[in-house]
């Protein structure tokens, strides 16, 4: 299986190209952020909005922003999460690193497989009102399926508490048409709703604006798709919680680099450590979020 992997540019984004066979992975330096994932003919499997704008210091709209050291509004994140920024001005939503520039590490193939790490030297101490030495990591491997896996390693002296998401954007036929599998009888916390906390009945279908985090999943999720005929399986690691997300009409007016009317092309399942499920990092200790993604006729 041939391999090849190269540095490319797409606007103001210093990008990485896996291609494996027919398969291709794109990848931007800037939040180390999977951009898109397909294989051969078939449509991606990870969706990049066809208004994404490829600019320095803002997250593209697509692919798999890293939210960390904090999942969404910092506000509504556990005491010892909301502790450890200790920022003057607010703090920004999904956490600092999603518009920074990381650093390549290394990029090689074992095999069949290509791989990229990268790391993020600003969390040793540098990031704007997080004043704790982390040191963190993206590796990326593709061989059949696409694997991402971010692990963090507290290098102070003091525990350091975190909440954090693999925030992967899926492209899909018809947002009426797909299910999520593997939810039922989970709790979650339906966001729209007032926080309420709530238990999911059978798989999830969406049928309006749907923003959600589930608690105490199993590390397999599937999201099953009749008009493209396939399941999108995503097998996870160090991971019980996922945010599922989808805008629908009104929010996409509202959201940057987004179409109108791309809410029905697109679904979010955001493998993620977040509410009762964040991680707490003792000194020296490191923990490892990973979300292995493949995809299956049926
Ligand atoms: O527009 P952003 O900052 O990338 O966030 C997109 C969405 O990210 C999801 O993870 C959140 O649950 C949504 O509430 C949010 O709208």
Redesign the pocket.
């Known amino acids: 299986m041939p391999i090849d992997i190269q540095r490319i540019e797409i606007d103001q984004l210093a990008c990485w190209r896996i291609r494996r066979g027919d398969n291709e992975l794109l990848v931007a330096e800037q939040g180390a952020q999977v951009l898109s994932y397909r294989q051969g003919d078939a449509p991606p499997i990870i969706w990049l909005s066809e208004e994404a704008a490829f600019q320095q210091g803002q ?1 593209v ?1 697509g692919g798999v ?1 890293i ?1 960390w050291p904090w ?2 509004d910092l506000k509504r994140n556990p005491e010892n999460v909301q502790a450890a920024y200790r920022g003057e001005t607010e703090a920004p ?2 956490g600092l690193v999603r518009g920074l520039d990381w650093q390549l590490a290394q990029q090689r193939c074992e095999g069949d497989t290509g791989i990229l790490e990268f790391s993020c030297p600003q969390a040793l101490g540098a990031l704007p009102g997080w004043p704790h030495r982390v040191e963190l990591k993206l590796q990326i491997r593709l061989d059949e399926r696409l694997h991402i896996s971010l692990t963090s390693r507290n290098l102070g002296d003091q525990p350091v508490a975190i909440s954090q ?1 693999l ?1 992967s954007y899926f492209a899909i036929g018809d947002i009426h048409q797909v299910s999520v599998e593997g939810l039922d009888g989970c709790r979650y916390i339906d ?1 729209l709703e007032n926080w309420q906390q709530r238990q999911q009945q059978g798989d999830l279908r969406f049928t309006g604006e749907t ?1 959600r985090i589930y608690l105490d999943l199993p590390p397999t999720l599937h999201l099953r798709d009749p008009q493209l005929n396939r399941r999108i399986t995503l097998q996870t690691r160090g991971s019980r919680s996922a ?1 599922l ?1 989808n ?1 629908w009409i009104d ?1 996409a007016q509202r ?2 680099q987004f179409a109108d009317d791309a809410w029905q092309r697109m679904a ?1 399942i ?1 493998t993620a450590n977040t509410m009762d499920d964040r991680v707490l990092l003792n000194a020296g200790a490191s923990h490892t979020l990973a979300v292995s993604i493949g995809s299956e006729s049926i």
């Open positions: 997250s709209r922003p939210c999942f969404g939503f999904h998401a925030h966001t923003d945010i997300w805008p929010k959201l940057s979010c955001e």
